[in-house]
């Protein structure tokens, strides 16, 4: 349960941030890499209002069973100012995000 209200509760907060009634410009690309293979996945953007996005995937075999295991991050600036980080974990043990609040002036973690 402990993941799920994390969930809705960054979900919340990303509602909230787009939810202004102000019309800021569109965001534009600043950079964006993605590779597929035959064992996974990655890719990477960034924008020109803040948010970034990173994620890899890769195969994971679970008993008999095969799957995608995920890891990623994004993060993005909230209504009131501040940066935050999801940094994530899917596989077979679920969902597990992680939300942090950036200091100013320090980098999001990679």
Do not use: W
């Not at 102000?22 to 950079?31: C, D, E, R, Y």
């Not at 008999?64 to 980080?85: C, L, R, V």
């Not at 596989?91 to 995000?97: Q, T």
């Amino acid at each position: 349960m402990y993941s799920l209200g994390t969930l809705v509760l960054a979900l919340a907060v990303l509602a909230v941030t787009f939810a202004d009634d102000a019309k800021p410009p569109p965001a534009q690309i600043l950079s964006d890499k993605s590779n597929v293979n035959a064992n996974g996945y990655n890719f990477e953007f960034n924008t020109s209002d803040g948010v970034s996005r990173q994620e890899e995937g890769e195969l994971i075999s679970v008993g008999e069973h095969k799957g995608i295991g995920i890891k990623g991050s994004y993060s993005y600036t909230g209504p009131d100012g501040q940066q935050y980080q999801v940094t994530f974990t899917a596989d077979d043990k679920g969902y597990r995000p992680e939300l942090r609040v950036i200091a100013p002036g320090s980098q999001p973690q990679q």
